[in-house]
């Protein structure tokens, strides 16, 4: 282990294998560019895991694609990684306030008036969000005051009602692993731009959870990590330094050196600053890199012999007040041949529940889906969850939940090159960020800049 | 470098040598243990450093003492470090909307009304903070409500005036290092309370600035890791792994190994998840070091051949709503032989200024001081800032700034023992956390945690 290779010279190096950066080095490869990947952990993927349990194929992490992603799908299906429509036919179900009830479409029916005053919030937040413009939060209207606020902050000053206020809590939650009061209102309006909106970000058909992939997610990042070729892709080797001398730059893992003409750190952002890099990053960087946490989402799914929620015209969709899963999804395979049911933990539910030992999680996981669709729910033939905040190399998820006031003086700052440094990963997209597709979107946006970088170094080096 | 030495077994390994690791590895010491600190930076002190400019000693970090700050003045004392009165006589100066006034006391002079609103605003915070008790912020009534609150939001609710708006934003940023829309409110209040009251907490005469050190603040950590004896203290090696098997945990450096039964980790909370640790921390503590980001505090300091503006009648200490400094005092030598201005730089204006070439920084700190003190301060002989977010191995200062909703879940993480791992740093203080006088609370406290512990693993071992 210590008789290293001599550093070896590239073009470029690539910091983290999920898939923005398999997407970065995709790109950069197909320019020309000799490219390396090194990855912390033992497998490509970074926020997309799959796991085989008692017959069906579970996606741990990124899971759906939806309309408008339209570099997570073609980049899968260059790959052949192939889709499937969610299972949407029957009743959505909710439990809420100590009542189990079914209903239609996104937001559940919690009563007429609450609808009207759920409505009137997602409206307002809407309408909010199109004064951002994705990409350039700081050029929003009002910037600093909408930083200054939580999205819950807003809401209460908005009188949302105590039930409209727990439904956006859930949708806090299960979209960015936190509660309200923890987000920079800014920060949840940029988001809800660069998705096109709450409809095509919380919906199932014609929304971001339309569809997923028959081989899984995973796929996707092994195949593109398989065909940038033998001895591209370097696992269990963390970035521990990256020291820039005039144009090179070297980078050192436990076992590999590289000299490479530029870098593209493509982990989340909470993790950056594990990266010793010299000279030292900017005082905005540092700062950055201490405030934009990963938040706390968590998955639970439970295997049965058969989809059976569908015998009772039930979707497999439900929404809870009481968790520990406060929205479920049908995530079985294709033709039904196993039942899935998709539990998201998030926020105060998931830190509860993070805390627990195994057999303690998945008893109060089965016992919420029992809440839901009756006591087959109990009984699966298999159980698996997965805590991101757990997962040494990524330690949170799904993306960052910047807090008030962490947005407006950082934003510009998250994708600032540094000298030779070139920053990807999901948080730095301006579109979809948080999703599979915003991954895909800032590693291309990385390579670019950096084949541009390297095109202009190459012509100044002739003259 | 590569031929490391077998490691070493040792009773504790104290992780940093500021203050509070200083003073978890003195008191474990003198209770018998055979103790070793590393320390990741080329120099002990951690958030206290020193210089000399000009034939002044200036203090680049921790500074002032006041009443009740008992374990830094005590520990000052059994190593022989004198203090002196912070220069207090003559009038104070503000810069307030263009104009340059002259008054008494901590609150500044902004006209009768404005005062009036300003002692209102701050009547309220001290009654809230009473209800905060000191060490245990989730044993407040309401606490969940004032975590979802900003000290800026909460400001607003009570309809403080711009000016007194401005008046608090200024000491938060001297205080925290950050915006009062940055920071829970829960987290303000019980800072307040743990250091005593906002009288205390802003006061040069009977509050925390009343003094300050003779030789400097760095000197008592010098004589303090001094004391510890050769070989007991080691420099420029970052802890790079903990890994607890059973009842040992290997602590290893890139040069050093050691076998400890209990381990001190005493850094400040966001540089907590730079060190890798087996078995992982629970999801908690993963959590809580990506959520209490330091803040962005800069000092300036400028000396002159002597303290001028005594001349005029004035004490040196001001408040600027322009900055870069909001707030200056005169840390001048106890024999006035030359003339000390002190600038604090934070928050926003941090965040811009601390971006700035060096001579940059300099032309505004001083138009600064000369738009307080006139043409003269532009002119010293001798000119040293400091700015903490670029410390590598602090990385912001002088305390934590955690945002609205990440007090409540995470304040007992941050001093729960993990296994063998026990927690010092001054933001686990349960009094003066953020100071200096908490620093040494804490690690006194880590350490007779670890005594206990131990003591008990001993009986045990002899049944």
């Known amino acids: 282990m210590n008789t290293k290779a001599p550093a070896k010279t590239v073009d470029v190096v690539v910091v983290g294998a999920g898939l923005s950066g398999l997407a970065a080095a995709r790109t950069l490869q197909k320019a020309g560019l000799d490219v390396h990947v090194i990855e912390a952990a033992d497998r490509v993927g970074g926020r997309v895991r799959s796991a085989n349990v008692a017959g069906a194929h579970l996606d741990l992490g990124g899971t759906f694609v939806g309309p408008t992603q339209d570099r997570i799908i073609a980049l899968s299906e260059e790959v052949g990684v192939k889709r499937f429509a969610t299972y949407v036919e029957g009743g959505n179900l909710m439990h809420w306030g100590g009542t189990r009830r079914s209903y239609r479409g996104t937001i559940p029916s919690i009563g007429p008036i609450a609808l009207v005053d759920a409505g009137r919030i997602q409206s307002a937040l809407d309408k909010l969000s199109r004064s951002v413009p994705p990409g350039r939060p700081w050029d929003a209207p009002n910037a600093q005051e909408l930083d200054a606020q939580s999205l819950g902050s807003w809401m209460r000053a908005h009188r949302a009602t105590a039930s409209t206020y ?270 599979m597709d915003g991954a895909v979107r800032a590693g291309e946006r990385a390579a670019a800049e950096v084949i541009a970088a390297v095109s202009n170094a190459s012509i100044t080096d002739k003259n």
């Open 166 to 435: 727990e439904i956006f809590a859930i949708a806090s939650r299960a979209t960015w692993g936190c509660e309200p009061d923890e987000l920079s209102l800014l920060h949840a309006l940029h988001y809800i731009a660069m998705a096109g909106g709450l409809d095509l970000l919380l919906d199932t058909k014609n929304g971001a959870q339309e569809e997923h992939f028959v081989e899984g997610t995973h796929e996707i990042a092994a195949r593109v990590a398989a065909e940038l070729g033998e001895g591209r892709v370097h696992l269990s080797q963390p970035a521990l330094s990256i020291d820039q001398t005039g144009d090179v730059a070297l980078v050192r893992t436990p076992d590999l050196e590289f000299l490479a003409r530029r870098v593209v750190i493509a982990v989340p952002v909470w993790m950056r600053q594990r990266i010793k890099v010299t000279p030292s990053l900017g005082p905005d960087a540092v700062a950055l890199g201490q405030r934009w946490p990963g938040g706390v989402l968590s998955k639970a799914y439970a295997v049965y012999d058969r989809p059976f929620w569908r015998d009772f015209g039930l979707s497999g969709q439900a929404v809870s007040d009481r968790g520990p899963a406060v929205i479920t999804f049908d995530a079985s395979p294709e033709d039904g041949s196993v039942g899935v049911l998709l539990g998201f933990i998030g926020g105060k539910q998931a830190r509860m529940w993070d805390s627990l030992p195994e057999d303690e999680r998945r008893l109060r996981a089965l016992n919420g889906f029992a809440e839901l669709f009756g006591e087959q729910a109990r009984h699966p033939r298999g159980y698996l969850d997965q805590r991101w905040v757990t997962e040494e190399w990524v330690g949170g998820g799904p993306c960052a939940a910047p807090a008030p006031g962490h947005v407006l003086p950082y934003a510009k700052t998250l994708i600032e090159p540094q000298h030779l440094i070139h920053w990807a990963g999901t948080e730095t997209a301006d579109q979809w960020s948080g999703f």
